[in-house]
């Protein structure tokens, strides 16, 4: 079974500072990775997905992830922070089992932007 | 998402009562899903869909039931609401079973059970 750990339930950033939000990842198998953001009152929102080939993904709002095997990594990265970025991100992992490709969430971080 | 819509968006219910929450699709997508999400606990999946009348359970599946009698209808229905069911309910869509496109999100239902 696949399992997701988010590290730090909160990220306090100064805007215009880098955004780093950590997830790590186990799976027996080549993992499906995704990153969702959400914001307030409404549902989650894909961010970017790495599934196969290149492993550095870029997303919408300028957010982009490595995919990194060997530490069995996915972090999460903006250069440079805005106020609008304040939101809840999630990390999820999806392998194949059975046919089945359900994803499993991480249990999310929520990403504070300072002036 | 204009592709997916839950009903309703928010309801408050006694104990004991049933309740029934609708995820409704217009993109004709095979899977469909729903989790409740809690502070602590991410999103966790209570049931899926992927195809009419084909349904399986989930990791916390217990005290609720769903139904699939068309595509675009997933109905999730707690029988006999408890106060450990007050959550907000995600409704979620995959054309593929979630690979590749990852799943397009419905706006939430916050029950909230007295």
């Known amino acids: 079974a696949q399992s997701v750990t988010q590290l730090g339930s909160h990220v306090s950033v100064s805007e215009g500072a880098l955004v780093l939000l950590r997830c790590n990842y186990s799976?027996?198998?080549?993992?499906?990775l995704f990153w969702y953001v959400q914001y307030p009152n409404q549902g989650l929102q894909l961010l970017l997905k790495y599934t196969t080939g290149a492993t550095l993904v870029k997303g919408i709002n300028g957010f982009e992830a490595e995919f990194k095997k060997s530490e069995t990594s996915f972090h999460l990265t903006k250069p440079s922070a805005h106020m609008s970025d304040a939101a809840e991100y999630f990390c999820a992992v999806s392998v194949t089992g059975g046919g089945s490709y359900i994803p499993t969430f991480g249990r999310g971080t929520s990403l504070i932007v300072h002036p | 998402d204009a592709g997916i819509t839950q009903s309703p968006r928010h309801k408050v219910t006694e104990t004991g009562t049933p309740v029934t929450l609708r995820c409704h699709q217009t993109e004709n997508h095979r899977y469909m899903y729903w989790y409740r999400q809690d502070p602590g606990h991410g999103l966790r999946l209570i049931h899926y869909s992927y195809g009419v009348k084909d349904t399986d359970k989930g990791e916390v599946s217990d005290g609720y039931s769903v139904s699939r009698s068309k595509t675009e209808d997933f109905l999730l229905t707690l029988e006999s609401a408890t106060s450990s069911q007050t959550s907000v309910y995600f409704c979620a869509i995959s054309e593929s079973g979630g690979i590749g496109y990852g799943y397009t999100f419905g706006s939430g239902t916050r029950l909230t059970v007295v």
């Open positions: 799976s027996s198998v080549p993992p499906y």
